[in-house]
């Protein structure tokens, strides 16, 4: 069965710091371009960054570039998401997800506020 369990969500004030995870099961994930995806309260599913397969190639949403940091560790099947500098802007739900057939996990919350 194909899985992704996001983790590292919760409340932090505008500035701080968040790292998510994503372990993946079920499929060769190193084989798999990985992605993260927001939905905003009220609002439709935002894309945030790519990275590729070997972890050599990334992109970013011009909302975090700069501040967010997508990477992989292949032997851990596992994603991850570092995010600087929170905004409020930035508060959502954070989905990863494989970008060939947009499987995504059930989710982590990210809230910022003072």
């Known amino acids: 069965e194909v899985q992704l369990v996001e983790s590292g969500g919760g409340l932090v004030q505008p500035g701080g710091s968040l790292r998510l995870s994503c372990v993946a099961s079920?499929?060769?994930?190193?084989?798999?371009?990985m992605r993260w995806v927001r939905q905003a309260p009220g609002k439709g599913l935002e894309w945030v960054s790519t990275i590729s397969s070997g972890g050599g190639t990334t992109t970013y949403a011009d909302s975090v570039k700069g501040r967010f940091t997508i990477s992989r560790d292949n032997a851990k099947a596992t994603l991850y998401l570092q995010m600087n500098s929170l905004k409020l802007e930035d508060t959502a739900v954070y989905y990863c997800?494989?970008?060939?057939?947009?499987?995504r996990g059930q989710g982590t919350q990210v809230t910022v506020s003072s």
């Open positions: 079920g499929f060769i994930f190193s084989g798999s371009a």
């Open positions: 997800e494989k970008a060939s057939t947009g499987l």
